[in-house]
Structures are given as structure tokens and as C-alpha cells.
T-cell receptor, first 115, second 113 residues
């Protein structure tokens, strides 16, 4: 059973640029959630994708957007990067019918640095 | 707004000491409760969860947590810690049937051999 994978591992961007982060869900999982974890903080929920549609969103501006593909992999896109976007971005997959109370399996994260 | 508070940022214990990590949340509705652990260099993984039923929940590696609804608390306990329990521990809450999972800031546990 393949776990959740994320790419790239690390990324450095400058303010105003755009970035795309990728996540492959665990085999058999149809739901992907994205989180932002700033240094010294717990993960903050960005949004969740279920069957290729956004299925819940946290308190993040519209410049944070996502996609889910038919194979359930997912992308997180961030436009107009700001310094405060520097964080570890975590992807978690789960097998659900659209609710979130199934165990989420986390990937290793992508460390984004915005200069 | 729903929030999760973990009272201790860093806890240092000797092996065989007992552990209790506090977690409080601020939501009055039905909630699902979780403890996650992140060992050094590893991914976040689930320690235990509470959805309903017996408020005393047992998880992996000898951990347990007790849900006290009147106190909005879900404290994590282990009677005797080991050096291998050194990790960061996160409490998380989500509203029943809601996809927004809220995490606490985490507690770093260091166990001295």
C-alpha cells in the first residue's frame, strides 16, 4: 500500500509569484485535505476535495485554490504569494463518503519559503 | 470561532514518568476529537480518536484520552513514558459532519533516558 506522497519537498519563491504543490493520495482514498502549518503552530485547514469537487474550506483567501483529478491526486495552487505564505503545506488523504471523520493519512509535506 | 488549546508547549519527562497533555476546545456542538503524533522526521499519524460512546479512548502505544464534555477537554495520558515517545503531539477537533479540522498548536514532549 503506497502512502501519501507530496512534491516538491522544498520550494523557494519570491513575493507575487505563483506556486503549485502536488499530492498523491493513498491507494483507495478518494478524499484529499490540504493544511498549512506555520512554524510553531498546528496545521490549519485550507480545504478538502472529494470526488473532484471542493468539499469544505477553511479561512483562506481565494488566491488559495485547488484541484482534484480522476485518480484522486490533488494540487494546491497559491497565487500572488506573500511572505506569510511561508510554511509547511500538508496533504492528507482519507476514504470517505464526503464527511471528514475518517482517519486522515498525512504526507511528509512541502516546505515553501517566500522571499 | 472554534479553537483548540493545548496548554503545554514543551514537556520534559524522565522515562517511566506519567504523562498528561491537556487539550481544550471551544465549541458546544457535537464534535469528533483526535490526537495526532509526529515523531522526529516522520509524518503526522493518528494516535487515537473519539466519535461517540465510552469517553475513555485507548490508542496505540499505550496512550489513552478521556473526553470530558462538561469541561470541553480531551486530555491525553500515558502511565509510563518511554524515550521513544519523544515527539510532537497535536490535539484536533472537527465538528460532526464538517470537514474543517482544527488543530492545537502542539506540545513537544521530550523524554530523557
Amino acid at each position: 500500500e503506497t502512502g501519501v506522497t507530496q512534491s516538491p519537498t522544498h520550494l523557494i519563491k519570491t513575493r507575487g509569484q505563483q506556486v503549485t504543490l502536488r499530492c498523491s493520495s493513498q491507494s483507495g482514498h478518494n478524499t484529499v485535505s490540504w493544511y498549512q502549518q506555520a512554524l510553531g503552530q498546528g496545521p490549519q485547514f485550507i480545504f478538502q476535495y472529494y470526488r473532484e469537487e471542493e468539499n469544505g474550506r477553511g479561512n483562506f483567501p481565494p488566491r488559495f485554490s485547488g484541484l482534484q483529478f480522476p485518480n484522486y491526486s490533488s494540487e494546491l495552487n497559491v497565487n500572488a504569494l506573500e511572505l506569510d505564505d511561508s510554511a509547511l503545506y500538508l496533504c492528507a488523504s482519507s476514504s470517505s463518503t464526503g464527511s471528514s471523520y475518517n482517519e486522515q493519512f498525512f504526507g511528509p509535506g512541502t516546505r515553501l519559503t517566500v522571499l | 470561532a472554534q479553537s483548540v488549546s493545548q496548554h503545554n508547549h514543551h514537556v520534559i519527562l524522565s522515562e517511566a514518568a506519567s504523562l498528561e497533555l491537556g487539550c481544550n476546545y471551544s465549541y458546544g456542538g457535537t464534535v469528533n476529537l483526535f490526537w495526532y503524533v509526529q515523531y522526529p522526521g516522520q509524518h503526522l499519524q493518528l494516535l487515537l480518536k473519539y466519535f461517540s460512546g465510552d469517553p475513555l479512548v485507548k490508542g496505540i502505544k499505550g496512550f489513552e484520552a478521556e473526553f470530558i464534555k462538561s469541561k470541553f477537554s480531551f486530555n491525553l495520558r500515558k502511565p509510563s513514558v518511554q524515550w521513544s515517545d519523544t515527539a510532537e503531539y497535536f490535539c484536533a477537533v472537527n465538528l460532526y459532519n464538517n470537514n474543517d479540522m482544527r488543530f492545537g498548536a502542539g506540545t513537544r514532549l521530550t523524554v530523557k533516558p
